[in-house]
């Protein structure tokens, strides 16, 4: 159990979140590979889908910014 209060602790939060983010690409590349039209290659389905998530995180973060700026 302490690896958990140490995984989810404020000073271990990039990595558990960089893991997170990883593991979402690998869900959703191949689905990006499917619906781009033509022989893609797999590096770029994982590029896009990769591009696609932190552009999302990056979304999230600063709407939590604007809205909550007493936080930071």
């Known amino acids: 159990m302490e690896y ?3 995984a989810f ?3 271990n ?3 558990l979140i960089l893991f997170l983010l990883l593991c979402v690409n690998v869900l959703l590349a191949p689905i990006v590979r499917a619906a781009t039209p033509g ?3 797999r590096f770029f389905a994982y ?3 990769l ?3 932190v552009t999302l995180s990056f ?3 600063l709407f939590v ?3 909550q700026p007493e936080r930071f």
């Open 4 to 6: 958990l209060s140490l």
């Open 9 to 11: 602790s404020k000073r």
């Open 13 to 15: 939060r990039f990595p």
């Open 39 to 41: 022989a893609e290659s």
């Open 47 to 49: 590029t896009i889908t």
């Open 51 to 53: 591009l696609g998530l």
């Open 59 to 61: 979304c999230v973060y």
């Open 65 to 67: 910014v604007i809205f």
